[in-house]
């Protein structure tokens, strides 16, 4: 049974929430409460000296950042290729939507949330608002171009984004009439169960919880 570190609020972890349900792995969820700064202790930091989470574990296998983790959960468990396609061409696509959560559009909510929850700011700067607008327009852009973010087929890199782009709602409102397609594609994956399943409860939370801080 693999180990997933994880909390419910954290958008990376809950993406590999969502892959946990969608390939049926079996896998102990073990909650880490980043307000009581238990990603700090010793122990963790003997898991992920980064001391980020989630963190995915295997055995004597540590896997310290949520991408890498879809990966290995797509490659040992999925049953259905397309998540996470085996033909390189394909398999670099959804890679570069992949870095593109990870690089771009998750430090843009990093850089929002991170502040309201450490350093208690009660306004988001603007220019931090305007970082995530024009996040979503690459995603309109990348919509109007194939269906989901890499391809035709949804991918684990959609499961990746998805996780990070409901968080970012939670900041700033999407546009439905200016971002169509980001609407139609947030409505898309709601309705899977399993994104359900993994997103669902721990978005609700986290909303409560930044609207509490910037109230
Ligand atoms: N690239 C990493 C980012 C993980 C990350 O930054 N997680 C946040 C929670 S959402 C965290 O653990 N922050 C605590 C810290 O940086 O000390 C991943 O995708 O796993």
């Not at 693999?2 to 349900?21: F, G, I, Q």
């Not at 980043?34 to 963190?55: A, D, G, M, S």
Request: glycine fraction near 2%; aromatic fraction near 10%; proline fraction near 5%.
């Amino acid at each position: 049974m693999v180990k997933l570190y994880k909390s419910d609020w954290s958008p990376p972890s809950r993406a590999c929430m969502v892959a946990c349900e969608l390939f049926n792995v079996p896998v102990e969820l073990i909650e880490v409460n980043i307000l009581e700064e238990e990603h700090l202790k010793p122990e963790f930091l003997k898991k992920n000296l980064l001391h980020t989470i989630p963190v995915l574990e295997d055995g004597s296998l540590v896997i310290h950042d949520s991408h890498a983790a879809l990966m290995y959960l797509a490659d040992v468990y999925g049953k259905q290729e397309s998540f996470y396609p085996k033909d390189t061409k394909q398999r670099a696509l959804v890679n570069q939507k992949l870095f593109f959560n990870s690089t771009i559009l998750f430090p843009r909510l990093r850089n929002i949330a991170f502040r309201l929850i450490t350093e208690g700011i009660k306004d988001i700067p603007q220019k931090n608002l305007d970082a995530v607008e024009e996040a979503y327009g690459f995603i309109e852009e990348f919509l109007s171009r194939t269906k989901y973010l890499a391809s035709d087929n949804i991918t684990i890199a959609d499961i990746a984004a998805y996780a990070t782009v409901t968080s970012l709602l939670i900041l700033l409102e999407l546009n439905a009439q200016k971002y169509p397609k980001t609407q139609a594609w947030l409505r898309d994956l709601e309705k899977r169960p399993y994104v359900q399943k993994g997103n669902a409860k721990g978005l609700e939370d986290m909303k409560h919880f930044i609207k509490s801080k910037l109230a």
